[in-house]
């Protein structure tokens, strides 16, 4: 059986480098939970691992996904359940990157969802967030309870349920069970003193600015638009 590991920490803790470094001492393969990674053109800002480095280590949901499409928990989960399949017997995954939420809902179990991607225009058409989360508590007042009414992801993807399926969320949610991820997950948690961070986050920032990231920025807003989800990123 394959031993499963998780890498968190905070935005410039150092996990992706310690994962490459054990990947490359005990021979394990990565899975890459960023959500900014998945994307092609994003090598910069996402502080992608690098060519070699990717020719040393095999990495997974690495530069699959174009700036246009959006990402989500289901897709982390379907490309992380074809990673562990396609892994050689007993070798180790270390699954690395800055999305805990997602790590969350994969291991918490996701309910099977249908496709929303053409619900977002008439999410988009009920007008600002405030308006939205009025529109999901008309529509189902308990689960609209539920969220922070500046949930925008969460209040998002409440109302294109809806559309797409003409069932209020709460409904839906109970009548399509969480499916329990199969395999067990060790965590651990990449820990820093917060003004080492900032040190740290400040020092990759200015590097990131000499090796282009505003030029890789501007080629993407150009060829896929300011509301791309890949520029949505924080």
Excluded at 47 to 64: D, F, G, N, W
Excluded at 79 to 89: F, G, V
Excluded at 103 to 110: F, Q, V
Excluded at 114 to 121: A, D, G, T, V, Y
Aim: with cysteine; glycine share 4%.
């Amino acid at each position: 059986m394959n031993k499963l590991i998780a890498i968190l920490g905070s935005s410039g803790s150092g996990k992706s480098a310690l994962a490459h470094r054990v990947a490359l001492e005990y021979d394990c393969e990565i899975f890459s939970l960023d959500a900014l990674s998945i994307y092609k053109y994003i090598d910069i800002a996402s502080a992608k691992p690098t060519p070699l480095e990717q020719s040393q280590v095999r990495y997974h949901a690495i530069s699959l996904l174009e700036p246009h499409q959006r990402s989500n928990a289901m897709l982390f989960a379907n490309l992380l359940a074809q990673a562990i399949a396609q892994l050689p017997p007993s070798k180790p995954l270390l699954i690395v990157g800055g999305s805990s939420f997602f790590l969350k809902s994969i291991i918490e179990g996701l309910s099977p969802m249908p496709p929303l991607e053409s619900c977002k225009e008439w999410v988009d058409s009920l007008g600002s967030l405030s308006a939205q989360y009025m529109a999901l508590q008309e529509i189902d007042e308990k689960y609209a309870k539920s969220l922070s009414p500046t949930d925008t992801y969460r209040i998002h993807k409440a109302l294109a349920l809806f559309k797409a399926t003409a069932i209020p969320p709460s409904t839906y949610f109970a009548t399509h069970k969480k499916i329990p991820f199969a395999h067990h997950i060790e965590i651990f948690v990449l820990e820093r003193e917060r003004e080492a961070l900032r040190e740290r986050i400040a020092l990759r920032c200015g590097k990131m600015i000499e090796s282009g990231i505003v030029e890789e920025t501007r080629l993407v807003l150009e060829s896929y638009g300011a509301q791309a989800p890949a520029l949505q990123a924080i």
